[in-house]
T-cell receptor
Framework: GDSVTQMEGPVTLSEEAFLTINCTYTATGYPSLFWYVQYPGEGLQLLLKATKADDKGSNKGFEATYRKETTSFHLEKGSVQVSDSAVYFCALSFNQAGTALIFGKGTTLSVSS | GAGVSQTPSNKVTEKGKYVELRCDPISGHTALYWYRQSLGQGPEFLIYFQGTGAADDSGLPNDRFFAVRPEGSVSTLKIQRTERGDSAVYLC?????????????FGPGTRLTVL
């Protein structure tokens, strides 16, 4: 079945370090891909998305490129901040009415100053 | 503007009891989703409403789980004869239109603990 696999955490970085969180997917069709973030004590919120191959989603300094050939959507940021500490979820959804999101297990990022 | 709200934020109940969890979506959003998030896992789909009708309930784990959205706005997730394995955070999300490529807006969740 369709699924998302993301790297296990926790990921611990110092401020200004480079971040990569790997995400790969298995899907029977051509899904849209998402990164959601959950800050401590808050609900899930969309960080970025890409709806077709080679699209790059970006927001708040984070980027991810939809790679169909490697079925990947890795999240990157050039210089992390303490405020980026959160749980990050990679997800996919198909472009049909009402299809739900399929999430990975989440990766906890902890950034220290 | 108001986001998705869920009540209660926490619910502790005893095994075998009945519980109701409420979701108030963003005004005007026609699509509403329920997910369940167990500890250390990503959210898992339970049910999707388009308007008043449950368009897809394939994620409900068994017939103890039921959800309604009688007026196409507020939704209630109902769990009968609760079991300890039902303990999780129950998330509600809404979307302006139901296309899979559109953003779903999530509520803060209800943490259910079954003793």
């Amino acid at each position: 079945g369709d699924s998302v696999t993301q790297m296990e955490g926790p990921v611990t970085l110092s401020e200004e370090a480079f971040l990569t969180i790997n995400c790969t997917y298995t899907a029977t069709g051509y899904p849209s891909l998402f990164w959601y973030v959950q800050y401590p004590g808050e609900g899930l919120q969309l960080l970025l998305k890409a709806t077709k191959a080679d699209d790059k989603g970006s927001n708040k300094g984070f980027e991810a490129t939809y790679r169909k050939e490697t079925t990947s959507f890795h999240l990157e940021k050039g210089s992390v901040q303490v405020s980026d500490s959160a749980v990050y979820f990679c997800a996919l959804s198909f472009n049909q009415a009402g299809t739900a999101l399929i999430f990975g297990k989440g990766t906890t990022l902890s950034v220290s100053s | 503007g108001a986001g998705v709200s869920q009540t209660p934020s926490n619910k502790v109940t005893e095994k075998g009891k009945y519980v109701e969890l409420r979701c108030d979506p963003i005004s005007g959003h026609t699509a509403l989703y329920w997910y369940r998030q167990s500890l250390g896992q990503g959210p898992e789909f339970l049910i999707y409403f388009q308007g008043t009708g449950a368009a897809d309930d394939s994620g409900l784990p068994n017939d103890r789980f039921f959800a309604v959205r009688p007026e196409g706005s507020v939704s209630t997730l109902k769990i009968q004869r609760t079991e300890r394995g039902d303990s999780a955070v129950y998330l509600c999300a809404s979307s302006l239109v139901p296309s899979g490529s559109n953003e779903q807006f999530f509520g803060p969740g209800t943490r259910l603990t079954v003793l």
